[in-house]
């Protein structure tokens, strides 16, 4: 998985994430985090054993709160997303 940090600071993370298709993530703990979606994507997440589809659109924002979670990107193309992941 590409990921890159973007910024970074005392009190937030900004992460780009870029998997490419089909590709799974590896097992990952996250803190509370703002995603900002770039693509459109469609994504097989698995968290404390509820497993799920996931549509998401470009251009769409969303607040998650802090998990451990493993996800499947289910498109043949990569897809990207922003994280402002807060620090604790």
């Not at 890159?4 to 803190?31: A, D, S």
Request: charged share 40%; with cysteine.
């Amino acid at each position: 998985m590409n990921e890159t940090v973007e910024f970074e600071n005392e009190h937030v993370r900004m992460l780009r994430v870029k998997p490419i298709g089909r590709e799974r993530h590896p097992h990952k703990q996250r803190y509370d985090r703002l995603i900002i979606y770039i693509h459109d994507e469609c994504i097989l997440h698995k968290a404390e054993e509820k497993l799920g589809k996931i549509r998401r659109k470009s251009g769409e924002v969303i607040w998650k709160s802090q998990s451990e979670h493993k996800i499947e990107n289910l498109s043949e193309f990569e897809h990207e997303a922003l994280l402002g992941e807060m620090k604790h």
